[in-house]
């Protein structure tokens, strides 16, 4: 990808495999800072895989991974992953109520957040005030996953990945998300960098985007790439041919 | 007991043998087996352990006790062959648990130092907390497989793996400790310990037959609460890499 933006995060080269199994082959690009990459491609390509790298969940065999200019092995795991947030596809919620999950990130540090700044997440996830005491059992898929952002936000990251989080909810829902992440973009300019299969979403939503397709970066380039493909294995994705 | 009187007895095993034909269980064989190494078994150890009284040397009731460690944490690290390093883990745990509670009964004079007393009291210890190992192990693993989600969470919000794995740890300590705990709130009330029978039919005090059995009883909550916490303590680090990563199956 040509990139007219400063890094947030940058693979050079990258491999990444379980066992004898390999899943990311040298991996090698950016996502541009304060902006939106989606990375689409079909299930089994790595693109979860790709996203856990940037927060440290896993890291790579060989190759390098820079997030800010800075060695990713160069940050202490806590201080990365408060850096680069993520929400994960199952919006996995802590038992007990909403005010509970948003208070958790802050919890793990030994504070607490406060119940105005947790009304006002809500708020600036567009739910209502009274979910804040409502068990996280009590919710609807896409007020779960609002819930999901909002407690990776608490953490004020730098970078948010998203897994695929608008994958089981019905359109409305879907587009409120959608809303949402661009006003996340926005407001505090977060890189956001988002694994989605709705190539609508990504032409729309997307600044940027990452093809990928068996542990490989098969294209790159602004989201419009996607109308008009140059690899003829994107072209037969983004026909359906190849899911 | 002659060993005429004691022939008598398998009786007790002719009436499940003949059920298990009239019915066709299929469980002829099996009874056979136990019945057989239940025999051999037991008079052997009936024999090492009247040659270890005997002898009453402080060797041979280490070597006693030895050989219950190493055959209760080769049972008991079966069940944790996922956790790195497991045998040694649940080893440690047997003997800090043995050498706690004997220090304990010795060290105020509780039980005298001798091999009537060391031996039995570790073997009931060891063996519960063989099977308290294996409680816990079994629960530990399958928590840890289902929680994945959790786990991953609390790493992905900046938590330690202390902390993401806090939840799990606490369930399966609990769930391990539970069935010592919930025995002893009945004990009494609907069955009656074995050793405090033995010693009663043997013609013991009931009373002090009690006391005896009181005191194994809290020797066991003890041997519960130290096995499953030490254990848990042990493993739960093993899971995580120095990145503070959770080590997948691969």
Request: aromatic share 6%; proline share 3%; net charge neutral.
């Amino acid at each position: 990808m040509s990139v007219k933006y400063k890094p947030a995060i940058h693979f050079n080269h990258v491999d990444f495999s379980f066992g004898k199994n390999p899943i990311l082959k040298g991996i090698t690009g950016s996502f541009p800072e304060g902006k939106i990459t989606t990375l689409v491609g079909p299930s089994g390509a790595g693109k979860t895989t790709l996203l856990k790298l940037c927060n440290g969940l896993l890291s790579a065999q060989s190759g390098e991974v820079y997030i800010k200019d800075r060695e990713i092995e160069s940050y202490e795991p806590v201080e990365l992953r408060r850096l680069v947030g993520i929400a994960l596809q199952s919006a996995p919620m802590i038992t007990g109520s909403v005010y509970e999950n948003l208070t958790l990130p802050l919890e793990l540090q030994g504070e607490s957040l406060s119940k105005d700044d947790a009304l006002e997440l809500l708020h600036d996830v567009g739910l209502e005030k009274e979910l804040l005491e409502r068990k996280v059992k009590d919710l609807s898929g896409g007020q779960r996953q609002k819930v999901s952002i909002a407690r990776t936000l608490v953490n004020k990251p730098e970078v948010l990945l998203l897994d695929e989080i608008t994958s089981s909810l019905d359109r409305t829902s879907l587009r409120e998300i959608e809303e949402l992440i661009v006003k996340i973009n926005r407001k505090y300019h977060t890189t956001i960098i988002w694994i989605t299969h709705n190539l609508q979403q990504a032409l729309e939503i997307g600044d940027y985007t990452w093809v990928m397709m068996d542990g490989e970066v098969v294209e790159t380039g602004e989201s419009e790439l996607l109308k008009d493909p140059v690899n003829d294995k994107v072209k037969r994705f983004v026909r359906g041919e190849a899911e | 007991m002659s060993y005429l009187t004691l022939s008598i007895t398998l009786i007790f095993v002719l009436i499940p043998l003949i059920l298990s034909k009239t019915l066709k269980l299929g469980l002829e064989k099996d009874t056979i087996i136990a019945t057989l190494r239940s025999i051999v078994q037991l008079l052997a150890v009936g024999y090492v352990l009247k040659f270890v009284f005997d002898s009453d040397s402080l060797l041979y009731i280490f070597m006693m006790v030895g050989l219950m460690v190493v055959a209760a944490t080769h049972n008991a690290q079966k069940k944790g062959a996922a956790i790195q390093g497991i045998t040694t883990k649940v080893a440690v745990t047997l003997i800090s648990v043995e050498v706690l509670t004997q220090s304990i009964l010795l060290g105020f004079n509780i039980t005298p130092a001798t091999a009537q007393y060391i031996i039995p009291i570790s073997g009931m210890v060891i063996g519960n907390s063989m099977v308290l190992s294996i409680l816990f192990l079994n629960r530990f693993t399958a928590e840890v497989e289902s929680q994945q989600d959790q786990t991953e969470l609390i790493l992905s919000l900046g938590g330690t793996p202390k902390q993401a794995i806090h939840r799990q740890l606490i369930t399966s300590i609990k769930a391990s400790m539970i069935p010592t705990i919930e025995s002893q709130k009945t004990v009494g009330l609907v069955q009656l310990p074995g050793m405090m029978s033995g010693q009663i039919i043997a013609g013991a005090d009931p009373i002090q037959a009690v006391q005896f059995q009181l005191l194994i009883m809290f020797l066991l909550l003890t041997t519960a609460a130290v096995t499953s916490v030490m254990l848990g303590f042990l493993s739960y680090p093993t899971l995580f890499n120095q990145r503070m990563q959770l080590i997948k199956d691969k």
